[in-house]
Structure formats: structure tokens, C-alpha cells
């Protein structure tokens, strides 16, 4: 029996709330673990960035994490690893998971071959995207499409509100021309939007993420590095940190982690 156990905590970082959705998986699967969570909002969105800026910004927060003896990191950001999860690993000694859009699953659900892929342009557009693409899409016909102002949308709490539904409708919409049964959410920020997509997509189309195959991965990870924490011990802690506005991305991520007492230290990276 393994009596090995490690009480330091997981690192997660995204550029910015969105990441919060993996947060959650992973504090559904583990209840003893302690959680840093940092929200890149000064320099949110980097769907936008060149992946030399987004590789620059996620070594800082890389190093951040360490400072704070994180003993695994989770690039809770799709894009965030597909321009730079490589990069990262071939710098730090730590066990890094990342995430990619569930092309893999959904090439095993889809009923009608015609998959749908919601992301930023980075993700869709990168040689990992197309790499999925050759590994898991064989036969299946994958329709991609950018998002662009979506993450926006989440960083302001916006979930429910008239313009996001207006934008959900329009960015869907050549999806469900093409008849797609399966769409994947390839940014962490969307499943805070998964009921409004679901709602325009209608009952016939599934909609999925990898939030909680990426949890899964990260108790793997641990438990096979000898990491996990101590079992007996009391409820893991959340930490948050943000480049951006406190108070605004506090009151955010109060939202969408569900709890009013959320405290979010500023730290300028
Ligand atoms: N949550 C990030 C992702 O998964 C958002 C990227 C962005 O900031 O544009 O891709």
C-alpha cells in the first residue's frame, strides 16, 4: 500500500474565470486537496495572442505557481495548451496536465458523423487541433468555429444575459445548418454557457467538454507520482489570484464557483 502522501497544493491557471469550470471538476473529485487558482484577466483574452505572448505570459504563472510549492499545474485553458503545453514541459520538473478539445469522444458519439467545435481561434486553428483531428476524426466530419467576444461575455459574468444568447445564436447557427448531433465545448470558459447552447441546439444535439476527463487525469497524475494528499485530513482550501481587478473578478468568480465568500488577491505578474 502506498503510504506516501503530499499536502502541497495543485496550481491551476487560465486566462482567466473560465479555468474556474475545471476548478470545479477537480474539487468534485477530490475534496482533500488544496487549490491556486490564477485568473490571467489583465491579459485576457489570449485567443487573440500570438502564441510568443501566451507562451511568455503561462511561464510566469508557471513560476508563480512554484513559488507557491504547486505540486502539479493545470492549464485550465485550451488555448493556453495548445500554443504552449510543450513549451512548458520542456522547462519545468512538474507534472503539467493540460487540455484539449473532446475531439476523441465525440468521434466515439456522434450518432450522424458531424461534429461541431466551439473554440478561440488559436485552439482551432493550431497543429495540435489539426493533430486531434488526424489521431480521432477519422471519417467524421469536424465544422469549427470561432468564438471571438465569448470569453468577453464570461469575464463579465454574463451568462444569461440577451447579447450572449444573441452571440451563442449566431456563432451556433452554422453549426446547426450542417446538422451537427455533437458539439464540443473547446474553451473552459463555455461550459458556464453549456444550458444556453444547449437550449439553442436543441434536444437532438449533445453537448460536451473535457473538464471532468482533465480532473480525472490530474488524481491520476498524483496518485501515480506518490502526490496525493493525505485522505484524513481536513476539506482542501481555495486560493485566488488574478493580474486583473480583484474586486470585479472576484465578484465574478463568486458567481461561477457558486460561493459569496470568494476573496481574490490581486498579484501583477
Ligand atoms: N479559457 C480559455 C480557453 O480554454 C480562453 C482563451 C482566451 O482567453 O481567449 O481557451
Redesign the pocket.
Known amino acids: 500500500m502506498n503510504t506516501l502522501t503530499n499536502p502541497n497544493p495543485i496550481g491551476i491557471f487560465?486566462?482567466?474565470v473560465?479555468?474556474v469550470s475545471v476548478l470545479k471538476e477537480i474539487r468534485n473529485l477530490s475534496n482533500t486537496e488544496d487549490l491556486i487558482y490564477f485568473a490571467d484577466s489583465a491579459h485576457?483574452?489570449?485567443?487573440?495572442k500570438s502564441p510568443e505572448e501566451i507562451r511568455s505570459r503561462i511561464i510566469k504563472i508557471t513560476r508563480f505557481m512554484l513559488e507557491h510549492k504547486a505540486k502539479l499545474i493545470v492549464a485550465?485553458?485550451?488555448?493556453?495548451?495548445?500554443a504552449g503545453l510543450d513549451f512548458l514541459r520542456k522547462i519545468f520538473n512538474v507534472p503539467i496536465v493540460g487540455?484539449e478539445p473532446a475531439i476523441k469522444p465525440a468521434a466515439a458519439l456522434t450518432q450522424n458523423g458531424k461534429v461541431g467545435v466551439l473554440?478561440?481561434g488559436?485552439?482551432i486553428s493550431g497543429d495540435r487541433f489539426n493533430s486531434l483531428l488526424e489521431r480521432y476524426a477519422n471519417g467524421i466530419e469536424v465544422f469549427r468555429v470561432a468564438c471571438p467576444g465569448l470569453?468577453e461575455q464570461v469575464e463579465q459574468g454574463l451568462i444569461n444575459e440577451p447579447e450572449t444568447i444573441a452571440m451563442l445564436k449566431v456563432f451556433l447557427k452554422p453549426l446547426i445548418d450542417a446538422g451537427v448531433d455533437t458539439i464540443v465545448l473547446?474553451?473552459?470558459?463555455?461550459p458556464f454557457l453549456r444550458h444556453q447552447v444547449e437550449a439553442i441546439a436543441g434536444p437532438s444535439v449533445q453537448v460536451i467538454d473535457t473538464g471532468n476527463a482533465v480532473a480525472r487525469r490530474v488524481v491520476q497524475v498524483l496518485s501515480e507520482e506518490n502526490l496525493l494528499n493525505d485522505v484524513s485530513t481536513p476539506k482542501g482550501q481555495e486560493q485566488f489570484y488574478t493580474s486583473g481587478e480583484p474586486e470585479h473578478v472576484g465578484k465574478v468568480i463568486a458567481k461561477l464557483w457558486g460561493d459569496n465568500s470568494v476573496k481574490v488577491k490581486k498579484m501583477k505578474l
Not at 44 to 48: N, R, W
Not at 77 to 82: K, L, V
Not at 186 to 190: D, I, P
Open positions: 487560465d486566462s482567466g473560465g479555468g485576457c483574452p489570449y485567443g487573440f485550465a485553458c485550451n488555448t493556453a495548451s495548445i487540455m473554440a478561440t488559436v485552439t470569453v473547446g474553451c473552459t470558459h463555455y
